[in-house]
Nanobody
Framework: QVQLVESGGGLVQPGGSLRLSCAASGSIFTYYTMAWYRQAPGKQRDMVARITSGGSTNYADSVKGRFTISRDNAKNTVYLQMNSLKPEDTAVYYC???????????WGQGTQVTVSS
């Protein structure tokens, strides 16, 4: 069982920055593929950024060049650095972990990000 706890959300003005953190329990964090998803009101939950155990990353087109996903395996933590934020980035952001062998999937409780002046 993996437990994920997000933090770092909040209210920020357009053009501002935030860094989200996701702390994971469990000693096998290193092997998991980690990702950030987001869900705006009335919309589906979409993948924002993903990082494999080997450090390969991929991003949604809407955030390329603005967001950066990273992981610190020593701290069992994955981060999402968000720069040049736009109002359309407003959503609940969820941390996601996938076991690459069993495909067991885990979700955090979500953290609200609001971009508004």
């Amino acid at each position: 069982q993996v437990q994920l706890v997000e933090s770092g959300g909040g209210l920020v003005q357009p053009g501002g920055s935030l860094r989200l953190s996701c702390a994971a329990s469990g000693s096998i964090f290193t092997y998991y593929t980690m990702a950030w998803y987001r869900q705006a009101p009335g919309k589906q939950r979409d993948m924002v950024a993903r990082i494999t155990s080997g450090g390969s990353t991929n991003y949604a087109d809407s955030v390329k060049g603005r967001f950066t996903i990273s992981r610190d395996n020593a701290k069992n933590t994955v981060y999402l650095q968000m720069n040049s934020l736009k109002p359309e980035d407003t959503a609940v952001y969820y941390c996601n972990a996938v076991n690459p062998t069993t495909f067991a999937t885990y979700w955090g409780q979500g953290t609200q990000v609001t971009v508004s002046s």
